[in-house]
T-cell receptor
Framework: GAGVSQSPSNKVTEKGKDVELRCDPI?????LYWYRQRLGQGLEFLIY????????KSGLPSDRFSAERTGESVSTLTIQRTQQEDSAVYLC?????????????FGNGTRLTVT | DQQVKQNSPSLSVQEGRISILNCDYT??????FLWYKKYPAEGPTFLIS?????DKNEDGRFTVFLNKSAKHLSLHIVPSQPGDSAVYFC????????????FGTGTRLQVTL
C-alpha cells in the first residue's frame, strides 16, 4: 500500500494497562509525527521524528507516553498505565522531509478506548 | 489556549452553491496555513495551503484567503458537491517549529442535494 498504515484500528483496554500503537510510514518519508484527537477537539501534536535527529517530544502529555522509531521506518507509541483521559484517536503522519512545504500524510488512526 | 479557532462546528450548503469555512488564529508568529479534509474513520488529507506572503491561493474549486491583519483565513469551495461533505480542519505553523502544526477543532460541512 502507498499510504500510512496504523494498527490496530481500534483498541479497548482497561484502565491501568499498557498499550502499544504501531505506525508504518510511507516508504521514503523521513519525517514521522504522532498526533491525537480527543472527542470534540482538534488534533494535538505529540511527538516528531526526523531521520536520525533527536525526536521532538515536547507534545507528550506525561511520562506515561513514549515513542520509538527504528531508522526511517516503523514507529511505536506506548502508553503505560492508561487512564480514561487517554481515550482518543491516535493519528500518525509522515512527510517526505521536515515538512516545510511538504504536507503531512495521515494514517486512518487508532481509536483507543480506556474503560 | 486555543490558538487556532474554527467557531462554526457545522455548516450546511446546497449542492452547486459556495461553501465558506472560516478560521481565526491568535498567534501572530504563524506564517503557514493549511486546510485538511477528513472523512469518517479516515485520517485527514491535505487540501490546500497558503504562505503568509500571499493573501490568496487557488486550486480548482478550492480557494484559501488569508487576512493577516484580522488573523483570519477562509476556505471557499465553489461549486460545492456532495462528495465535499466532510470535516474540515484549519492548521497553522511557524517557520521555526514547522513540525508542530496547530489544528482547529474542525467544521463539519454537509452538502445537500
Amino acid at each position: 500500500g502507498a499510504g500510512v498504515s496504523q494498527s490496530p484500528s481500534n483498541k479497548v483496554t482497561e484502565k491501568g494497562k499498557d498499550v502499544e500503537l504501531r505506525c508504518d510510514p510511507i516508504s521514503g518519508h523521513t519525517a514521522l509525527y504522532w498526533y491525537r484527537q480527543r472527542l470534540g477537539q482538534g488534533l494535538e501534536f505529540l511527538i516528531y521524528f526526523q531521520g536520525n535527529s533527536a525526536p521532538d517530544k515536547s507534545g507528550l502529555p506525561s511520562d506515561r507516553f513514549s515513542a520509538e522509531r527504528t531508522g526511517e521506518s516503523v514507529s511505536t507509541l506506548t502508553i503505560q498505565r492508561t487512564q480514561q483521559e487517554d481515550s482518543a484517536v491516535y493519528l500518525c503522519a509522515s512527510s517526505i522531509r521536515q515538512w516545510g512545504n511538504s504536507p503531512l500524510h495521515f494514517g486512518n488512526g487508532t481509536r483507543l478506548t480506556v474503560t | 489556549d486555543q490558538q487556532v479557532k474554527q467557531n462554526s462546528p457545522s455548516l450546511s450548503v446546497q449542492e452547486g452553491r459556495i461553501s465558506i469555512l472560516n478560521c481565526d488564529y491568535t498567534n501572530s508568529m504563524f506564517d503557514y496555513f493549511l486546510w485538511y479534509k477528513k472523512y469518517p474513520a479516515e485520517g485527514p488529507t491535505f487540501l490546500i495551503s497558503i504562505s503568509s506572503i500571499k493573501d490568496k491561493n487557488e486550486d480548482g474549486r478550492f480557494t484559501v484567503f488569508l487576512n493577516k491583519s484580522a488573523k483570519h483565513l477562509s476556505l471557499h469551495i465553489v461549486p460545492s458537491q456532495p462528495g465535499d461533505s466532510a470535516v474540515y480542519f484549519c492548521a497553522a505553523s511557524t517557520s521555526g517549529t514547522a513540525s508542530k502544526l496547530t489544528f482547529g477543532t474542525g467544521t463539519r460541512l454537509q452538502v445537500t442535494l
